[in-house]
């Protein structure tokens, strides 16, 4: 009940492409969707979050889908660029935020 | 200044040596995590310390020992640790309680030798 899953494991899109990574979630506790991007040799930092009551947030080129009914979420990155190039956490929050589950990560790889 | 510090970057020790690593932030953060990840996987929650105060203990092994000696520091003592403790330890921040939004810092690659 406190996994979060994540799909695809990764991907390649080319270059002005949209790149979709999709996620879903058990426990309806769950409060807070956070996205994290994760570059080689660094810390996770945050993307974009979403909280339950929205079905959608956009921040410039990424865009958080969210279906509560169906426990699902998606982030997508529209004109995708190389440096988009990394992986991709999606995660959910409970507890105040405290406790954050991730998902598995998808390596997203744009062509130039 | 929105930057969490880890020290040290790399650390290689044995099996029965004891070291610290340290996370150190200015943000007024009242909350301050723990995290480890394997190579090619996710982050894995192992403690939160809230106003200084241990909240979450993951069920972590005891040969990992945190400490928050003030609202700005978080240190991880290690001690007898296996080989498969090797891994990436990061640290990250957040406001009190409903500050949802994590920092994370850069994270220490530990080996176990």
């Known amino acids: 009940q406190q996994q979060v899953k994540q799909s695809p494991q990764s991907l390649i899109v080319q270059k002005g492409g949209i790149s979709i990574i999709n996620c879903a979630y058990e426990n309806t506790a769950f409060d807070y969707f956070p996205w994290y991007q994760q570059f080689p040799g660094k810390g996770p930092a945050l993307l974009i979050a979403i909280r339950p009551d929205v079905s959608e947030k956009k921040e410039g080129r990424f865009t958080i889908s969210f279906n509560k009914s169906a426990k699902q979420f998606s982030l997508h990155i529209m004109d995708s660029q190389p440096g988009d190039s990394a992986t991709y956490f999606c995660?959910?929050?409970?507890?105040?935020?405290?406790?954050?589950?991730f998902g598995a990560g998808t390596r997203l790889f744009v062509k130039a | 200044d929105t930057e969490v510090t880890q020290t040290p970057k790399h650390l290689v020790m044995g099996m029965t040596n004891k070291k610290s690593l340290k996370c150190e932030q200015h943000?007024?953060?009242?909350?301050m995590y723990w995290y480890k990840q394997k190579a090619k996987k996710p982050p894995e929650l192992m403690f939160v310390?809230?106003?200084?105060?241990?909240?979450i203990n993951e069920s972590v092994p005891s040969r990992f020992s945190p400490e928050c000696p003030n609202s700005s520091l978080l240190n991880l003592h290690l001690h007898a640790l296996q080989p498969e403790d090797s891994a990436l330890y990061l640290c990250?921040?957040?406001?009190?309680?409903?500050?949802?939004?994590?920092?994370f810092g850069p994270g220490t690659r530990l080996t176990v030798t």
């Open positions: 995660a959910a929050s409970i507890n105040g935020g405290f406790k954050t589950i």
């Open positions: 310390y809230s106003y200084e105060k241990l909240s």
């Open positions: 943000m007024g953060h009242r909350a």
């Open positions: 990250a921040s957040s406001q009190e309680r409903g500050g949802w939004e994590q920092y």
